[in-house]
């Protein structure tokens, strides 16, 4: 399957599950599977599209790590998942119960960690299509987790496997506006001739 094909069949996942269930999503991840639906639409064609849909990832990722540090409110309070640290460890524990106990504040630890490079890497441009297939693979990662610990519903409550998809397209493509395609472009071998030009005719 193309990573087109798997967004495509991720959205339809999503939209039947939007149509004959009771389940909803928040206006942000609304926003994003939309972004995502017209990337996949246009097959990652066009530099505003794809870059759009990487910087809204990265956010993605981003409020994802400021929520689990209470930058988004405290537990409890409407649009936040977690509130603090100690929640998303209790989390991190729902969705990996076949490893030891001992474990979890590490895994914790991995998750936010990667994420948050992510984010960077994913709003800055960063090596944009390998950030882009690791955000990929953490996605799946996260969504196999959910789908068999706290269920489809949940699961597709949070997009997730739309993301992934999007970020799938990201990873197979180099049109998204990012910063190595903007340091590639400046001219430093041309800079550098005229410094040894001008050093040689001193």
């Not at 939309?34 to 599209?49: E, M, Q």
């Not at 990832?57 to 988004?72: E, K, Q, T, Y």
């Not at 989390?91 to 936010?112: C, E, G, K, N």
Request: contains cysteine; hydrophobic residues 55%; neutral net charge.
């Amino acid at each position: 399957m193309t990573v087109i094909g798997f967004a495509a069949l991720a959205l339809m996942i999503e939209l039947g599950w939007l149509a004959f269930s009771d389940g909803s999503i928040g206006s942000i991840t609304a926003v994003v599977l939309a972004s995502i639906a017209v990337l996949t639409v246009t097959a990652g064609r066009f530099v505003v599209v794809d870059t759009t849909v990487r910087i809204l990832l990265g956010a993605l990722f981003a409020g994802s790590v400021a929520d689990r540090f209470g930058l988004l409110g405290a537990p409890g309070a409407d649009g936040v998942s977690w509130g603090d640290y100690a929640a998303f460890t209790d989390y991190t524990r729902t969705l990996t119960p076949q490893f030891l106990d001992w474990s979890v504040p590490a895994l914790a630890a991995i998750a936010t960690a990667s994420e948050t490079l992510l984010a960077i890497g994913l709003i800055l441009g960063i090596a944009a299509k390998l950030i882009a297939r690791a955000a990929t693979a953490v996605l799946i990662v996260f969504a196999a987790a959910m789908w068999t610990s706290v269920g489809f519903d949940e699961m597709c409550s949070y997009g997730v496997l739309v993301v992934a998809g999007g970020a799938a397209i990201l990873g197979s493509r180099d049109t998204a506006l990012h910063l190595d395609k903007l340091l590639r472009r400046m001219p430093v071998a041309g800079l550098g001739n005229e410094i040894q030009r001008r050093g040689a005719t001193r």
